[in-house]
């Protein structure tokens, strides 16, 4: 089994960064780490993120994308389980 992949960019790990701090104040029920990890697994595993989109989004669509990705991640495979879909998700594959 092939583990989740973490391994940010420079850039996009400052994005994240950027999207924790926010969400300290955002969605104080969350803890940073776990933001840190569900956004950079939800990235980097099969939904990516427009992270500037998501780091400048109005309060509600912030807390929705955030606490959506918190509750609808698969912590084994870096996956949204299929229920939820950011709306500061970039298009995948297939998509138009």
């Given at each position: ?21 926010r ?15 569900d ?20 309060g ?20 949204l ?16």
């Amino acid at each position: 089994m092939e583990g989740i992949n973490f391994s940010l960019n420079k850039e996009d790990d400052e994005a994240v960064s950027k999207i924790v701090r926010r969400a300290k104040t955002l969605c104080p029920g969350l803890e940073s780490l776990d933001v840190f990890m569900d956004l950079s697994a939800c990235h980097l595993n099969g939904t990516p993120l427009d992270l500037e989109k998501l780091s400048n989004a109005d309060g509600f669509d912030f807390v929705h994308d955030v606490a959506g990705i918190a509750g609808h991640i698969d912590r084994d495979t870096g996956k949204l389980d299929g229920r939820f879909l950011p709306r500061c998700s970039l298009p995948r594959d297939g998509d138009k």
